[in-house]
């Protein structure tokens, strides 16, 4: 084990360039299907079917067509309840979900590259099986505690798992046609597993290697899969070998391999049925998710009706109460005048802090929690000035979905700014966006009982102090907002702009004092609510619209739009009928200032940087790429059917340096942006290209808000994504140096104040690597479903540079209910005339957990009848709830859908469809009633299982 860790950290960054043969490629593959694509179809398809259901639930036509064609375009827009709204989708939010899942899905390939049980090499059905069954419980326990990130990254990643099933085993070869089910199911057996002295190939020659399995092996139906090694050529006797280039243990007998990874690959032939099943299972576990979590969470999951999240962090210390009201007050008044319409928030994130407290983390999709929780805040206390202002931040980024914009309202400096550089690398992997409602002590204020007047209070944060908020600020894209306390009221109408759905960025830029400066930028015809902010001690401005109709800054209502003034913030709002082409602003300032053009758009990009492998695919990177070195950026542009991009360049905040990449298409909305290098500084993404939808093309522009840079350090960790409560959990991490080495400092925290142990130092050779070990403990009574975000920090001898790593993990006790709740169906009464109008009919069933963890939901899946259930004692001493469903004889179906405590999902189908029109009441025998074969198994478990419990006893 030591030495696969070991091996581990020398591929992972002494040859960056090993290729992972050991899965369906993860990205991209010219004609073939990768873990990407099928992860991508599998949930395009699920949820285009979710969205149909309950349109047809609710009587509503769904046109969409689904089959593997889908868009992601189509299916947002197909599933987004008001049409009206379509004109601004909010796609952002689908598309980012869709890509953590898969992206969590390829990280596995890097992660976990040796790892058989996480490619179900090696014949490790068993531990690849509890990876998947472990993974789906912790999906479903995240996913109704809200916790959607972590949620997709451990779905990401068990996909893998179950996905390369089908590639690595011999199921596609004994001829299934239907995925194996029983991969997702801990409470069914693995059978027909071929021993381990049971031989299992031959050798592959010639002709013959798509058919090197033993005919006896096929015949009997016995499960294997290849054997996967990069570093000995050994492997049990006769068995069979994964194949390919890198497996050594291909070359020894039986020689060839089996794997289906992709079109070229020894069973190549059956690449495209291996991936059809893989794509069949997944949408079969989305499945158990959407039954076990219901419609609406599901839909939640994949980043649907997700629109705009409201993310306040509130200092609530003595001289905080104004301010407190008027957050209040914008965060009502925004609640109020949207409720119901597409504009309103989806999520609201609450954080409190003072000192030496901070949080709890109130993170709802209920607006009056939300305000329940805001209207509790008052303020108090205080102590000494600083606050724990970064602590409460961090809880925010790390709670709020990524892209989100965060509010923190404070009068006084940070005291824990020791987190600065973990805030700064969680706004670079979150690429949320942080404003600061900073405000100054210039009116009548209490503090400690005393009445400090203008400009004296002991408040008053100095410029060093201020500075920090700045720069946070404008490192992610956000603004630091100064006012008074008396005209905060007039400063929030920012926060009533960036609470719209698909706000993008056209340009944001930090000019330098007294230099006098031109900036242009180019409007398209996507774009409405344009708002420019600049920020700044009384900077001169004046804009130029492509026709050179030009508005002063002093003029508060002109030919262009309107300004707004409040503290060192002017708020322009152009005219609606805005003009599209190319706009500059030229601007004068005697102190450093900011310019940020935002609008609503359906066109956006999200990127991630990828990491190439000399095999030609790529596996993401999530942190800071090396300086000076070439990388490779990938792309996800919304609307991407309908655009073309022409230009992704870097760009530095400070210097001047620019990279201009080579982007490269890659289907859909995807594309493939190769950068020469990475700049030394700071640096934002500019995107430019075409708008394709109207007679003549508009070209356009958009940036990345956040601040990115690169870093002369590595750090990389592995996580299985699970934290038991019971035990310390352990998480190994590499550092690489690509610079000249040293001894780095490395610290490790959780948004959870978590007890987290890590070396505080670690010494790394000049171009060389070392592994360090972080220990995580949980407090024994954290609930399961808890998301917890883990960051490690590496900083350079000289404090000049540094680079982190993120990790998502979920907090999971061991799962010790694998069983379903049991449906049976009592009794049934339908006396159905031909016209089912006016009749109606009536089914009872009782449901159990048994001994296990107990019902903990009873709904509809199909039949809109009502349901009514009550708890009843059976005679053997077992909980046994009695259903009650009565529907109109006109919808002649049912499946009723129990889950339990633990996730698991126990269904019961009956239909009347077959029943003549006077039968009364029947006896459960003659009635369809299917569990999707699953309930008569189930029951018989249970009841083997109750046995011996009984005979243990
Ligand atoms: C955005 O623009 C549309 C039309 O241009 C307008 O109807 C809507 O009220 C605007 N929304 C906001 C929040 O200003
Ligand atoms: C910019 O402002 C500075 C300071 O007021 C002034 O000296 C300079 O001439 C101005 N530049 C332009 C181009 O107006
Ligand atoms: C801005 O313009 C005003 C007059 O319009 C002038 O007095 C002031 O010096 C200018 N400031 C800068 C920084 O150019
Ligand atoms: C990227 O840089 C590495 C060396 O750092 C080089 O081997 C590789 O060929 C470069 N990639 C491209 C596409 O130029
Ligand atoms: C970037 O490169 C492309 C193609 O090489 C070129 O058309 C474009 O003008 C360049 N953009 C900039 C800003 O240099
Ligand atoms: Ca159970």
């Known amino acids: 084990m030591v030495s696969l860790v070991v091996l581990a950290v020398f591929l992972l960054w002494e040859t960056l360039s090993t290729p992972r043969t050991a899965a369906f490629k993860p990205l991209f593959s010219p004609g073939s299907f990768t873990h990407r694509e099928i992860t991508h179809v599998a949930i395009l398809h699920k949820t285009a079917e979710v969205c149909r259901d309950i349109a047809t639930a609710q009587g509503q036509d769904f046109t969409l067509t689904i089959d593997n064609t889908l ?87 068990l996909c893998h798992t179950l996905q390369d099933f089908y590639s690595h085993s011999n199921w596609v070869e004994m001829g299934f046609a239907a995925p194996f089910s029983n991969l997702i199911r801990p409470d069914l057996p693995l059978n027909n597993l071929a021993g381990p002295n049971t031989q299992t190939c031959r050798n592959c020659i010639g002709q013959n290697c798509g058919e090197n399995i033993l005919p006896e092996i096929l015949q009997q139906k016995k499960l294997t899969s290849g054997y996967f090694s990069i570093s000995s050529s050994t492997k049990p006797a006769g068995k069979c070998s994964h194949g390919g280039f890198f497996d050594r243990t291909s070359s020894t007998a039986p020689t060839g391999g089996i794997n289906k990874d992709d079109i070229s690959s020894n ?9 059809d099943l893989a794509t069949k299972a997944t949408m079969e576990l989305l ?30 210390t003595g001289s905080m109460s104004d301010d407190i009201d008027e957050a209040k007050r914008v965060s009502f008044s925004i609640i109020d005048s949207r409720r119901g319409t597409s504009e309103e928030p989806s999520e609201y994130i609450l954080v409190p802090f003072n000192d030496p407290d901070f949080g709890p983390l109130t993170r709802t999709e209920n607006a009056d929690v939300f305000k329940e929780r805001i209207d509790s805040l008052s303020a108090s206390g205080g102590g000494d000035l600083p606050e724990m202002c970064l ?115 056209v340009l944001q830029v930090i000019g330098s004092p007294a ?38 800054g002093s003029v508060t209502d002109g030919p262009l739009g309107s300004i707004q003034t409040v503290g060192n913030l002017w708020r322009v709002k152009l005219n609606s009928d805005i003009q599209t082409g190319e706009w500059s602003i030229s601007i004068n300032s005697t102190s450093t200032y900011t310019i940020k053009v935002i609008g609503q758009s359906s066109v956006d990009f999200l990127f991630n940087f990828v990491e190439q492998s000399e095999g030609g695919d790529f596996t993401p990177k999530d942190n800071r790429p090396f300086i000076g070195r070439n990388a490779t950026l990938f792309l996800s542009v919304t609307r991407g059917d309908s655009v073309t991009v022409t230009d992704v360049l870097l760009a530095e905040v400070s210097g001047s340096d620019t990279v201009n990449g080579t982007v490269t298409s890659v289907g859909g909305s995807g594309f493939l942006v190769y950068l020469q290098r990475i700049p030394e500084g700071a640096f934002v993404i500019h995107l430019k290209g075409l708008l394709n939808d109207s007679s003549s093309p508009d070209r356009f522009q958009r940036q990345s808000p956040t601040h990115l840079r690169g870093s002369r350090v590595a750090i990389a960790a592995q996580s299985n994504g699970t934290i038991d409560p019971a035990n310390p959990f352990g998480l190994s991490f590499i550092l690489a140096s690509n610079g000249s080495g040293g001894n780095y400092t490395i610290r490790a925290r959780t948004d959870r104040s978590f007890t987290v142990s890590v070396p505080s130092s670690l010494n790394v050779e000049a171009g060389g690597s070392t592994q360090g070990t972080v220990t995580l403990t949980a407090p024994p009574n954290t609930e399961s479903g808890t998301d917890v975000t883990l960051t490690i920090e590496a900083e350079d001898p000289g404090s000049t540079d540094s680079n982190y790593v993120t990790l998502r993990l979920t907090v999971m006790a061991e799962v010790t209910d694998v069983y379903r709740p049991v449906c049976k169906v009592v009794s049934i009464k339908a006396d159905c005339p031909v016209g089912c109008h006016s009749a109606s009919w009536e089914l009872t069933a009782n449901l159990t957990d048994g001994i296990g963890s107990g019902l903990a939901s009873v709904s509809i899946n199909i039949g809109n009848g009502s349901l009514s259930i009550s ?3 059976s005679e053997n001493g077992i909980n046994v709830t009695v259903a009650f469903y009565n529907a109109s004889c006109c919808s002649q179906e049912v499946e009723l859908v129990a889950v339990d405590g633990a996730g698991n999902v126990g269904t019961c189908f009956t239909s009347i469809k077959h029943l003549s029109a006077n039968t009364t009441t029947l006896m459960p025998a003659t009635i369809t009633t299917t569990n999707r074969g699953y309930s008569v198994l189930c029951s018989k478990y249970l009841l083997l299982f109750i046995l011996v419990v009984y005979l243990m006893w």
Not at 98 to 119: G, P, V
Not at 525 to 530: A, E, K, Q, T
């Open 287 to 316: 499945e158990d998710i959407r039954l076990a979590t219901g419609n609406q969470a599901f839909l939640r999951l994949m980043g649907l009706g997700q629109t705009t999240v409201l993310a306040f962090v509130i200092d609530t």
């Open 391 to 505: 602590s409460g931040l961090l809880m925010a980024l790390a709670g709020a979905p990524p892209s989100s914009d965060i509010f923190v309202f404070t009068d006084a400096a940070a005291k824990d700014f020791d987190l600065l550089s973990t805030i700064k690398a969680m706004i670079e992997s979150t690429k949320s966006r942080v404003s600061f409602m900073l405000t100054s002590p210039f009116s009548f204020r209490r503090k400690r009982g005393v009445l400090a007047s203008q400009r004296v209070s002991s408040r008053a944060m100095s410029q060093s102090e201020m500075q920090l908020y700045r720069d946070l600020a404008h490192a992610s894209g956000g603004q630091a907002i100064e006012v008074t306390k008396s005209t905060l009221s007039q400063a929030t109408a920012v926060i009533m702009d960036s609470s719209i759905s698909a706000l993008v960025t």
């Open 71 to 157: 868009t992601a375009s189509a299916v947002q827009k197909a599933c987004s309840r008001s049409p009206a709204s379509s004109s601004v989708l909010s796609a952002i939010r689908f598309h980012l979900a869709i890509a953590e899942t898969y992206l969590s899905n390829a990280a596995i390939d890097l992660q976990f590259m040796l790892s058989a049980k996480h490619h179900i090499d090696n014949e490790a059905f068993g531990e690849g099986r509890d990876l998947i069954t472990q993974g789906v419980a912790a999906v479903k326990a995240s996913t109704q505690r809200g916790s959607y990130i972590s949620a997709r990254v451990t779905l990401g990643a």
């Open 267 to 275: 069973h190549g032939i059956y690449h495209h049925r291996a991936a």
């Open 871 to 873: 708890p009843a004692m």
């Open 515 to 552: 230099n006098a400066e031109n900036f242009s930028f180019l409007l398209d015809s996507s774009l409405s609510n344009v708002t420019v902010y600049i920020t700044g001690v009384s900077p001169n401005f004046t804009f130029y619209s492509p026709t050179g109709v030009s508005q002063s």
